[in-house]
């Protein structure tokens, strides 16, 4: 079993900046993959961005891109997406998700922590 806590949502304005965390443990391998994805009102699960424990070689989705920076301290099984230049259209409940290999396919992960609000004003 791998628990995932999310933290660091909030609201804040068009341009402005944020900085979500999510704390894994449990039984965690350093092989595993680390993914954020986003869900907003309506609208199907989709991914952020990816990142491995022991291979920093992120992956973003192309919405995201520039703008996002997912990154991971391994010591603190904790993983970072830094969120720059915020747009409304990134409104949204975030989850963190651990799988076996990065990948935008929502149902290749199989845990996932509760969600953190996002919300973008204009």
């Known amino acids: 079993q791998v628990q995932l806590v999310e933290s660091g949502g909030g609201l804040v304005q068009t341009g402005g900046s944020l900085r979500l965390s999510c704390a894994a443990s449990?039984?965690?391998?350093?092989?595993?993959?680390m993914a954020w994805f986003r869900q907003a009102p309506g609208k199907e699960r989709e991914f952020v961005a990816g990142?491995?424990?022991?291979?920093?070689?992120?992956q973003y989705a192309d919405s995201v891109k520039g703008r996002c920076t997912i990154s991971s301290d391994n010591a603190k099984k904790t993983v970072y997406l830094q969120m720059n230049n915020l747009k409304p259209e990134d409104t949204a409940i975030y989850y963190c998700?651990?799988?076996?290999?990065?990948?935008?396919?929502?149902?290749?992960?199989?845990?996932w922590g509760q969600g953190t609000q996002v919300t973008v004003s204009s």
């Open positions: 990142i491995r424990w022991s291979v920093d070689i992120p």
């Open positions: 998700a651990t799988g076996r290999f990065i990948t935008p396919n929502r149902y290749e992960y199989h845990y």
């Open positions: 449990g039984r965690t391998f350093s092989s595993d993959a």
